[in-house]
């Protein structure tokens, strides 16, 4: 059963690079026809679709970030982190990893979250 | 962008009662949309995927529907762990976006 645990900083400031790295356990990112997620949540809210980078290494991205908005991935370590620059308290959220069946969107595991404040 | 109009945000039920919850869309999907629950503090559960598909695991007292730009999740039966919010998702075109929530809590 694959896991995904999510790891970065807490606190960034507004104007620096948010980086989050997502850790899966149980299957490779690199086989399957898997494709991995960022979404994000901000308290009281549905979720936002941030992004993915698929099994191939091919990324896609919410237009609405796609300018400040990068997902890599290190399949020897069987990661893939995103990075969010320019910052401000409007991307104070709770981000997820999450993999997805298809390059829809559709994700059926999910990592715990992790809350990043803008401040 | 495909804009979601979910209904209601907030919905009061008892258990062992019958809910309805609905996604409509701004154009047609097809049957582009999936079903979520979130608990507090917890990341999202995917419950039906593409309309009406249910998620290996998940129980049949789940249903999804869809008609035309219309989708709805019931939810038979409600018991305590049912207490949630549920969101739909359109997976028709990037951003892939989710509605606005409903939660579910006990009357």
């Known amino acids: 059963q694959v896991q995904l645990q999510e790891s970065g900083p807490g606190l960034v400031r507004p104007s620096q690079t948010l980086s989050l790295t997502c850790t899966v356990s149980?299957?490779?990112?690199?086989?399957?026809?898997?494709?991995w997620n960022w979404i994000r949540q901000h308290p009281g809210k549905g979720p936002e679709w941030i992004g993915y980078?698929?099994?191939?290494?091919?990324?896609f991205y919410n237009p609405s970030l796609k300018s400040r908005v990068a997902i890599s991935a290190d399949t020897s370590k069987n990661q893939f982190s995103l990075k969010l620059n320019s910052v401000a308290a409007a991307d104070t959220a709770v981000y997820y990893c999450?993999?997805?069946?298809?390059?829809?969107?559709?994700?059926?595991?999910w990592g715990q979250g992790t809350l990043v404040i803008v401040s | 962008d495909t804009q979601i109009t979910q209904s209601p945000s907030s919905l009061s039920a008892s258990v062992g009662d019958r809910v309805t919850i609905t996604c409509r869309t701004s154009q047609d999907i097809g049957t582009y949309l999936n079903w979520y629950q979130q608990r507090p503090g917890k990341a999202p559960k995917l419950l039906i995927y593409?309309?009406?598909r249910l998620q290996g695991g998940v129980p049949s007292k789940f249903r999804g529907s869809a008609s035309g730009t219309e989708f709805t999740l019931t939810i038979s039966s409600l018991q305590p762990a049912d207490f949630a919010t549920y969101y739909c998702q359109q997976t028709f075109s990037a951003p892939y976006n989710f509605g606005q929530g409903t939660k579910l809590d006990l009357k």
């Open positions: 980078i698929s099994y191939r290494g091919s990324t």
């Open positions: 593409a309309a009406s």
């Open positions: 149980g299957g490779s990112i690199s086989t399957g026809s898997f494709y």
């Open positions: 999450a993999r997805g069946t298809d390059s829809s969107g559709t994700s059926d595991s």
